[in-house]
Nanobody, 123 residues
Framework: QVQLVESGGGLVQPGGSLRLSCVDSGDSSMHYVKGWSRQAPGKEREFVAAISWGGVSTLYADAVKGRFTISRDNDKNTVYLQMNNLKPDDTGIYSC????????????????WGQGTQVTVSS
């Protein structure tokens, strides 16, 4: 099983930075792809970033490429999302999930998304 808990969200001004963490407290024996998505109230879930098990390959949505960086530390069963130069449009609940396939293109390519951590970008 996969049990993912996100943390690190908060309120930040435009141009600021946050680093999100996603800890997998479940079965770490499976070499899952990990990813991040976000969802604002009344809007569909949006793919943000993904990383292969070994961390060699990464994928980013065009809206965040160049500003966000996904990474993982398998020894800590944790995946990170470093978010720089945040914009108001980045506001949403950020969730993580696992996938058994690569590449991944959309939220439906993953399993269940966690409850997430709120990111609010506003002045």
């Amino acid at each position: 099983q996969v049990q993912l808990v996100e943390s690190g969200g908060g309120l930040v001004q435009p141009g600021g930075s946050l680093r999100l963490s996603c800890v997998d407290s479940g079965d770490s024996s499976m070499h899952y792809v990990k990813g991040w998505s976000r969802q604002a109230p009344g809007k569909e879930r949006e793919f943000v970033a993904a990383i292969s098990w070994g961390g060699v390959s990464t994928l980013y949505a065009d809206a965040v490429k160049g500003r966000f960086t996904i990474s993982r530390d398998n020894d800590k069963n944790t995946v990170y999302l470093q978010m720089n130069n945040l914009k108001p449009d980045d506001t949403g609940i950020y969730s993580c999930a696992a996938s058994s396939q690569w590449p991944v293109r959309r939220p439906a390519d993953f399993g269940s998304w966690g409850q997430g951590t709120q990111v609010t970008v506003s002045s």
